[in-house]
């Protein structure tokens, strides 16, 4: 299991990954906005999106868990 | 003339506008977010009006709820800054609807620079020289190939609602253009809701030069010279200075002519600035018309004496402003470097608290702030904290006293780029001034992989 954590606070911009979706290593799960840049959070490793803590315009803090991913 | 003014905007810029109004004699209005309430911009003003939450589509660009501000304070102008509504065409023309003057062009000039296409045909009917590519958009990669032929690679494939340079990359072949073509409208798509795409050729080596323009509404136009802004990261510019050492006298005419031509075409009035992409051989092509103040406004008032804020309000007053081409002169050397709070390497934000904050000190030594000690830096906004600008005889005795205020400015708690700046300043090309645009990609980032 991993989880996708926040690098920087935030809010979330985009959510780019369903729950049950496979994904690859390095594939976009959640798009954060933070000081006007768009920072894209990908997974790890290849796995399923299990579940998202978080959904498009909630504000987040650094290290905050976003998606876990089986 | 003007006798109050709301500054529609945060930060530096704001405090910046304040200054320049207080010296004029004009009462000063600020609005600020629930995330600015510790901001010294705030304080500064004579009166302060909190206009929402932290988010910018609820403070900075409530246009409604600015207006409301603006005509409760009985403000008779808005200064927008840079950013946020300064290029909002609509906010513009609602201002005039209530008898408020837009510290800026009419909202008509805002419109036509605002769009990438119609500018660039705009400038090429006023003989300005344009980048060689598409006079409109191409909607499919068989159109991009068919085009690719008339402009010839390397090629500069852009999103045509694009900014920050996302959808945005260089092609060298056919087959490169048609994978490029795929992948980049597919991500102006989902970022802008437009996934139409226009190109134009790659200047090869090119160095980024603008020119500062101001008009008013007698008929009376000047130049203030150029910037040269050509270290840039993410698009962004990160070190401006002025004047160029690149461009001979003969080139600088050119471009100022150039300039004037744009304006008198447009009809322009207030403060703007036509930006340039200069090749190795001094060939200058038209990039954009910014129609607002910039950012690196203060190296040309440095090296002219001219304070563009106080142009803007003579000039939005309906007044003729107080400079004319032939009195304004070169002196000195400005240089202006961007603090920004971001890792030094990855350039991605480095939003908290600053628990320590030193500034340099000197006579020719500026700083405009946005943050101070004991302060958060919120993610809400722009990563720029503050902008050092500094002042000398020559270009080397202003890279002496930058390399020197760099070394005593200190910002702790937040990561900033100030390591990323010193190390700039020290660079063999740097100090020859050798900048492209592809400095920070082509010296620093490579060093720093190494």
Known sequence: MQEIKASMAGSVWKIVANVGDSVEEGQDIVILESMKMEIPIAAESAGTVNELKVAEGDFVNEGDVLAIVE | ????????????????????????????????????????????????????????????????????????????????????LSENEQFAEKC?????????????????????????????????????????????????????????????????????????????????????????????????????????????????????VLADEHGNSVHLFERECSIQRRNQKVIEEAPSIFISDETRKLMGEAALQAVKTLGYTNAGTIEFLVDEQENF???????????????????????????????????????????????????????????????????????????????????EIAVKEDYHVTPFYDPMIGKLIVKGKSRNEAINLLKQSLTTYKVEGIKTNLPMLLNIVDHPQFLNGNTTTAFIDKYYLTQRKN
Not at chain 2, 47 to 54: A, C, D, K, Q, T
Not at chain 2, 346 to 362: C, D, K, N, Q, R
Request: net charge negative.
């Open chain 2, 1 to 84: 003339m003007i006798s109050k003014v709301l500054i529609a905007n945060r930060g530096e810029i704001a405090a910046r506008i304040i200054r320049t109004c207080k010296k004029m004699g004009i009462a000063t209005v600020a609005v600020y977010s629930e995330a600015d309430q510790q901001a010294d911009f705030v304080t500064m003003a004579d009166e302060s009006f909190l206009v929402g939450p932290p988010r910018v589509n609820e403070s900075y660009l409530n246009i409604e709820r600015i207006l409301e501000v603006a005509m409760e304070a009985s403000a008779d102008a808005i200064h927008p800054g840079y950013g946020f």
């Open chain 2, 96 to 212: 005039a609807a209530k008898g408020i003057i837009f510290i800026g062009p009419n909202s008509n000039v805002i419109k036509q620079m605002g769009s990438k296409i119609a500018a660039r045909n705009l400038m090429k009917q006023a003989g300005v020289p344009v980048v060689p590519g598409t006079d409109g958009v191409v909607s499919t990669a068989e159109d991009a190939l068919e085009t690719a032929k008339q402009i010839g690679y390397p090629i500069m494939l852009k999103a045509s609602a694009g900014g920050g340079g996302i959808g945005m990359q260089v092609v060298q072949s056919d087959e490169a253009l048609a994978k490029a073509f795929e992948s980049n409208s597919k991500r102006a798509l989902n970022f802008f809701g437009d996934g139409s795409m226009f190109m134009e050729k790659k200047i090869d080596n090119a160095r980024h030069i603008e020119i500062q």
């Open chain 2, 285 to 367: 092509y038209f990039l954009e018309m910014n129609t607002r103040i910039q950012v690196e406004h203060p190296v040309t008032e440095e090296i002219t004496g001219v304070d563009i804020v106080e142009q803007q309000i003579i000039i939005a007053s309906g007044n003729e402003m107080t400079v004319k081409q032939d009195d304004l002169q070169i002196d000195g050397h400005a240089i202006e470097v961007r603090i920004y709070a971001e890792d030094p390497v990855t350039f991605f934000p480095s939003p908290g608290y600053i628990s320590h904050m030193e500034l340099p000190e000197g006579e020719q030594v500026r700083n």
